[in-house]
């Protein structure tokens, strides 16, 4: 029995040390080799095992990248930055002469010790701004520690895109832009009013780039920027999507049995709706399926001047005569060009309102995408009748479905008319023709229990 134990040891470890897990130290302690500076001039040091940036004033963001590129890798480190600095971990990151004259881009981790609390979150380093901002996750929000060492964790596998801060998972992004690159560590430039000389710390910085395993999946919202994608998180969530990226199946006319015979087309994987003489009638489209508590998420593209919404807990019964769907509406609309922006009760008819009953809160200049970009929608209906409205990251409004407060708004409103508006237990997911030419993609929903 002694020699099977031993034999049966030996075989163990010796496939386990064929296929462990192996983690290479990309600092060495003592001194830079293996990295260069791009971009600006902040100072960087080493320092009892650590590599220290220091803030210099009137110079770009500076960033001290690894010789090395890097593909599919789990990446961890420990930091500890100024709490008025603002910083981040570059990685699949490039420096090119022909794009912003060699200016550093890509994939960024975020240190954010403000208030805002976007730790963790991913950044596109002058390239496309911000692809996760983990408001939807509070947990992940709380994990950054002030003024103390953080363990900061990133896990590039694929198209999949981890990170974790002290343990806690942040942001679940997956993308397909830029699949290797190398990794750099920011010092972030500062305004010519702040006092230079702040710094952050490394240390403990390591790699694995063999025999990857990635880790579970979790709770933590998924933003799936690849067209009409389910990543191995948003399966074992629940997500299913609600467009196949081919045809109409699955959805209707309102009315109808069938899909309407015009306006309405699949272009390249996105639902289009082609512009109109301003009719709506009849036109708009409903899901077979009626939904309860639910989340979707969906992104949508407006043209100039464009009016469109996604209505929820549709009714059919309540206009009989067939002439559209009624029910909650998600507005999509142009808020600068259209003229229903300026009409209804103090904004409420504006993007990402509840249409003509609760407005939307306006974002700051730098999350509204320009017309002709893509935005990106979370409608979240939870089984106690709360419900969310968010717009590219932020939660815009909030309210509960069938309280005395919902209830006194509908009277007041052009809703007043239908009993009960707003408050079945299940309905048809609809989108609106408007006479405009909007288009929509990666339709995902899951119910909730």
Known sequence: MKKIIIVFLFVHSFFYGATAQKWTNLFN??????????????KYTVENGEI?????????????????????FILELELKVDNSMNSGI????????????????????EIDPSDRAWSGGIYDEARRDWLYIPNANPEGKKAFKKGEWNKYRIE??????????????VAYLVDDVTPKGFIALQVHAIGKDDKPGKQIRWRN??????????????????????????SPQEQAQGFKLLFNGKDFTGWRGVHQTKMPDKHWSVVDGTINVSPSDGSETGNDIVTDQQFGAFELTFEFKLTEGANSGLKYFVNEDF?????????????????????????????????ASLYDLIPSYKLDKRFQRKIGDWNQARLVVY????????????????????SNIFNALVARSK???????????????????????????????????
């Open 383 to 402: 089984p106690n009748n709360i419900v969310q409205h968010w717009l590219n990251g932020f939660k815009v409004l909030e309210y509960e479905r069938k």
């Open 156 to 169: 590039a596998i694929g198209n999949i895109i981890r990170t974790w801060v002290n343990g806690v998972p």
């Open 415 to 449: 809703y007043a008319k239908y009993t009960n508006f707003g408050a079945g237990d299940k309905g048809n997911i609809l989108l609106q023709d408007h006479g405009n030419n909007v288009s929509f993609k990666n339709l995902k929903i899951r119910e909730l229990k």
């Open 52 to 72: 220290v940036g220091t803030t210099v004033a009137d110079t770009p963001n500076s960033f001290l990248a690894t010789e090395q590129d890097y593909g599919d």
């Open 319 to 351: 206009d009989s005569g067939g002439k559209s769907g009624i029910g909650l509406e998600y507005q999509v609309l142009d808020d600068e060009r259209h003229p229903d922006a300026k009409m209804g009760v103090v904004g409420n008819r504006t993007l």
């Open 205 to 230: 910085i390591r790699i694995q780039t063999d025999n990857l395993k990635p880790s579970p999946t979790d709770n933590t919202p998924v933003v799936n920027l690849l067209l009409n994608n389910l």
């Open 29 to 42: 302690g003592k001194d830079l080799k293996g990295w260069k500076q791009l971009n600006g001039k902040a």
């Open 90 to 109: 570059q990685f699949r990151s490039l420096s090119k002469p022909d794009y912003k004259d060699g200016r550093v881009h890509g994939y960024q981790m």
